[in-house]
């Protein structure tokens, strides 16, 4: 069965620190996979997706195949990074949704 | 553009009355999605729905459960009889095209089933 997997409910890091919020999903296609982020009182939002292999907000984050993960990365933690961010993979018609890491940002 | 408007935010029902939610899409689009996430869960896909076709329903809870978008007028998930285990964020997205990932959020009706 298809699944997305965030290992950690919380993280906690330093401002200036780097991120590493992991990843793993399992899939028996091609995945095509996302990270989607909801600020406090914001709505969920599209972060970043794998194809188009870009930098938002200093993130950015590599498909790995062989392991099944899509981490997201920061090199240097800022105070506004602070939010829910959810690690996705489409299915058909439908996103599958890992449950989250809560990112606290501190100063 | 508004975005993807919910309504109410918030909706309190006792167990056996019914709980309608209302999702407007983003203007111009015709895809709606609805997700409902349980207290700490993520987002479990619910629906997909087309204007007046309901295109993947495997989300959905198989009774009491039910879902619409009209040609005129918003989408809306309709929970009958709610339970306790109910209660929880349901959230809306829309997109402009089909199967695509660029699913635009609205900010969610909370459900409580006193």
């Known amino acids: 069965a298809q699944r997305v997997t965030q290992p950690e409910k919380l993280l906690s890091v330093f401002k200036g620190a780097p991120v590493e919020l992991k990843c793993n999903y399992s899939?028996?296609?091609?995945?095509?996979l996302f990270w989607y982020v909801q600020y406090s009182r914001q709505r969920l939002q599209l972060l970043l997706r794998h194809i188009s292999r870009e930098s938002i907000k200093g993130f950015t984050a590599d498909l790995n195949k062989g392991e099944t993960s899509f981490h997201l990365k920061k090199p240097f933690a800022q105070e506004e990074d602070s939010a829910m961010y959810y690690c996705?993979?489409?299915?058909?018609?439908?996103?599958?949704f890992g449950k989250g890491t809560r990112l606290h940002i501190l100063p | 553009n508004a975005g993807v408007m919910q309504n109410p935010r918030h909706l309190v029902r006792r167990r056996g009355q019914e709980a309608r939610l209302r999702c407007s899409p983003m203007?111009?689009?015709?895809?709606v999605y609805w997700y409902r996430q349980l207290p700490e869960e993520g987002l479990k896909f619910m629906v997909y729905?087309?204007?007046?076709?309901?295109?993947?329903e495997s989300g959905m809870p198989k009774e009491r459960f039910s879902a619409e978008f009209p040609k005129e007028g918003p989408s809306i998930l309709r929970i009958q009889q709610v339970v306790r285990g109910d209660s929880a964020a349901y959230f809306c997205a829309s997109s402009g095209r089909d199967m695509s990932p660029e699913q635009y959020f609205g900010p969610g009706t909370r459900l409580t089933v006193t």
């Open positions: 899939y028996s296609g091609s995945p095509e």
């Open positions: 203007k111009g689009h015709s895809h």
């Open positions: 996705a993979l489409t299915r058909d018609d439908k996103i599958i």
């Open positions: 729905l087309q204007k007046e076709n309901i295109i993947d």
